[in-house]
């Protein structure tokens, strides 16, 4: 738990360089840590959560195959980013099929679907996918260029390296959309804040209005080192202090969703640290 004290002076204290290098690893990390996390509970449950699947799919033949072998790979990719073997492709590649299922599979079923498509409050499964898939492309562009395989890239993997650059934008996306619902539910996710910190609402409009200008900000590349970094550290706080005895206090229910929200938690703050660190690379190379 100290951690989310002290890395923020861990960072300010280091070089440039090293500043870039814990950023991008933390994020790295935090990010393989959540994928394999929500793989093991697609493997636990037979079932996939929310933000992987709409809630209604049980139509999919061999449910259960598919619930064991995408938790198995998931698990798998989360290994490979944090022990960076093989995790610039895992990344591409995760990150594409998290896109692929955002596109052609949340996107018409919330549309023709669901009844209340209209309320944005409903898309928040379908934009914690969009956010992990920017995740994948922002972490497949913070390793260096595999120079050596260059010519005998496939077309598939030359398109998902050409979509690299919008993954900072899918992550804001939803930080922003995020932002708005905590205006528009001002009430429900003041609930959410623990009992033991006063004036709920309060911190409920300072979170809304700091994922909307750090989403913002991080489209427009303006002040992106600190405040992406300030973004990973208050995502990392509402982990700790918020998720994580939520997801303990009810672990074993609705097939453990407030777990699933913890992971996408630690991801979205390890995507934010790595979207700093490359700013502070790409500053430190000019």
Same mark, same amino acid.
């Given at each position: ?27 790295? +990390? ?16 037979? *079932?996939? $959560? ?10 999919? $033949? ?7 072998? %995408? ?9 490979? @980013? ?6 610039? @492709? ?16 949340? !996107?018409?079923?919330?549309?023709? +679907?669901? $009844? ?5 409050? *409903? ?9 992990? %898939?920017?995740?994948?492309? +922002?972490?497949? &562009? %913070? ?10 890239? %496939? ?7 050409? @979509?690299?650059?919008?993954? &900072? ?24 804040? $623990? ?7 309060? =911190?409920?409009?300072?979170?809304? +209005? ?27 706080? =509402?982990? !700790? ?32 640290? !790595? ?5 502070? =690379? ?5």
């Amino acid at each position: 738990m100290a951690f989310c004290f002290i890395l923020p002076g861990i960072i300010a204290n280091s070089s440039p360089e090293n500043q870039m290098e814990k950023l991008i690893k933390t994020g790295r +990390v935090f990010y393989g840590i959540a994928m394999a996390g929500v793989g093991f509970q697609q493997i636990s449950y037979a *079932d996939f $959560p929310a933000m992987i699947l709409p809630p209604l799919h049980p139509w999919i $033949p061999g449910l259960h195959f598919w619930a064991y072998f %995408s938790g198995a790979a998931l698990m798998a990719s989360g290994a490979a @980013i944090i022990f960076e073997k093989k995790a610039k @492709i895992t990344s591409l590649a995760l990150g594409g099929i998290l896109l692929a299922l955002f596109c052609f599979y949340y !996107i018409p079923y919330e549309i023709i +679907v669901d $009844p209340y498509y209209n309320y944005l409050g *409903d898309w928040t499964d379908a934009e914690k996918e969009l956010a992990l %898939s920017g995740g994948g492309f +922002v972490i497949a &562009g %913070s390793f260096p260029e595999e120079k050596d395989i260059a010519p005998n890239k %496939s077309f598939l993997r030359k398109l998902l390296e050409g @979509i690299t650059p919008f993954g &900072g934008i899918f992550f804001s996306i939803t930080m922003i959309s995020f932002g708005i619902d905590h205006f528009l539910y001002t009430k429900h996710v003041a609930l959410l804040v $623990p009992s033991w910190i006063p004036h709920p609402v309060f =911190w409920t409009y300072f979170a809304a +209005v700091a994922l909307i200008g750090s989403g913002t900000a991080i489209i427009l590349k303006f002040k992106l080192k600190v405040i992406a970094t300030l973004l990973g550290t208050m995502i990392f706080l =509402w982990f !700790i202090f918020l998720h994580m005895p939520r997801a303990i206090a009810n672990l074993f229910i609705d097939t453990g969703s407030e777990l699933t929200s913890a992971f996408s938690a630690l991801a979205f703050s390890g995507i934010a640290f !790595i979207i700093a660190g490359e700013m502070k =690379w790409r500053e430190t190379n000019l």
